[in-house]
């Protein structure tokens, strides 16, 4: 059997990217007006509904305020890692704000007016009944969501058996 030897510490993982993500336009209220203007299904059957005019008439607007919103100062994207899930500033590393992936127990999405046309939704993290991050607009929240929970398992699994091994020493 082997020993540990007492006073040694696992070494530490480097932080790195899972997946990174980008908001879509119905991430703000102006890009879900225009989804809620585009999913109006009144007309003659499927193919001749209102929704669809108005998405015609909608293109250079949408395309103004989807180069808009590529801007430097308009930009952000969210990065999962192996330790946490982090909102940049465009394709800067400068970080918004961040959430460690042992700080939420829970993750809601939440389909707001309009996004249903995008496809997309925001993740609501919560820590019991308490909201603690949120992320808007991110498109198919729901293979987002598997990918951070996946991610969210591992690290607090990972961190379990560290907290093991550095117990192990002081039991022998």
């Not at 192996?82 to 590393?93: A, F, G, M, T, Y």
């Not at 046309?117 to 808007?136: D, M, T």
């Not at 929970?149 to 002081?170: I, N, T, W």
């Amino acid at each position: 059997m082997v020993q540990p030897i007492s006073g040694l510490t696992p070494p530490e993982v480097e932080e790195v990217t899972v997946m990174t993500v980008f908001p879509s336009m119905g991430a703000t209220p102006f890009g879900r007006f225009i989804g809620r203007l585009c999913g109006v299904q009144w007309g003659i059957g499927k193919f001749f509904t209102l929704g669809k005019l108005f998405a015609m008439l909608l293109i250079p607007v949408a395309l103004v305020y989807f180069f808009w919103r590529l801007s430097p100062w308009a930009c952000r994207r969210y990065r999962l890692t192996n330790r946490r899930l982090v909102v940049h500033r465009w394709l800067s590393s400068q970080e918004l704000r961040s959430i460690p992936l042992d700080g939420f127990d829970q993750i809601d999405v939440e389909v707001l007016p309009g996004q249903e046309w995008f496809p997309c939704g925001n993740l609501i993290f919560r820590k019991g009944p308490i909201l603690v991050f949120e992320l808007e607009g991110v498109r198919e929240p729901d293979v987002v969501q598997h990918a951070i929970l996946k991610a969210a398992r591992s690290y607090q699994a990972v961190q379990k058996v560290r907290q093991q091994q550095k117990a192990a020493p002081a039991a022998v």
